[in-house]
């Protein structure tokens, strides 16, 4: 089985603009994972979506949201980007909560 | 609420040395689920195994072992005579049964491998 694949790899964006990322869970997995990682506040969870609901939510600025397609892939959207939103954001998948999470290899933002 | 400490920040060994990680978790449910994940200089977080709380069977696979003690609330990972593709970012995470999309993650210990 492929596994999950997040695009883009790397993006370079402007404070202020707004950034869409976007996540491709395993074949047969049925709930999505987003983090962030920076290294000051280590692996942060964002939320979750099982079945196109928003099942948990991080404490996380209404500024990052996302959404669940009906084939599982899923977005995350951050708007009015500031310098603090560069890190390296990574998407899971597992077939059901609480199983296993496998990640993405990830996108790596950098605000200027 | 919960929390995983991971006190060991960095560690460096000769290969072929044992290591052993440390993690230590806070929880009041009973239902729960430990990990450890890899992250290589690549960034992508590599799995290696789950435990879940109603089960301390300790396991060992390969150079790996895991030893898992409810009463302390740990779960220590060892690799045996370690080498040099070892060398990586050892995560510690925890989730709750009714909150399994949330991987709560300790702060890592970054594992040094010399030949």
């Known amino acids: 089985k492929a596994g999950v694949t997040q695009t883009p790899r790397y993006l370079i964006k402007t404070r202020g603009q707004q950034v869409t990322l976007s996540c491709s869970p395993i074949s047969g997995h049925r709930s999505v994972s987003w983090y962030q990682q920076t290294p000051g506040q280590g692996l942060q969870f964002l939320f979750e979506?099982?079945?196109?609901?928003?099942?948990n939510k991080g404490n996380f600025p209404g500024r990052f949201s996302g959404r669940q397609f009906s084939n599982s892939r899923s977005e995350m959207n951050v708007s009015t980007l500031e310098l603090g939103d560069s890190a390296l954001y990574l998407c899971a998948s597992s077939q059901i909560s609480p199983e296993t999470q496998y990640f993405g290899p990830g996108t790596r933002l950098l605000v200027l | 609420a919960q929390k995983v400490t991971q006190a060991q920040t960095e560690i460096s060994v000769v290969e072929k040395e044992d290591v052993t990680l440390d993690c230590v978790y806070e929880t009041r449910d009973t239902t729960y689920y430990l990990f450890w994940y890899k992250q290589p200089p690549s960034g992508e977080l590599v799995f290696l195994i789950r435990?879940?709380?109603?089960?301390?069977q300790n396991e060992i696979s390969g150079r790996y072992s895991w030893n898992f003690q409810k009463s302390t609330s740990s779960f220590n990972f060892t690799i045996t005579a370690s080498q040099v593709v070892d060398s990586a970012v050892y995560f510690c995470a925890l989730t709750l049964y009714n909150q399994g999309g949330k991987l709560i993650f300790g702060q890592g210990t970054e594992l040094s491998v010399k030949p």
């Open positions: 435990r879940n709380s109603f089960d301390e």
């Open positions: 979506y099982f079945s196109e609901t928003q099942r």
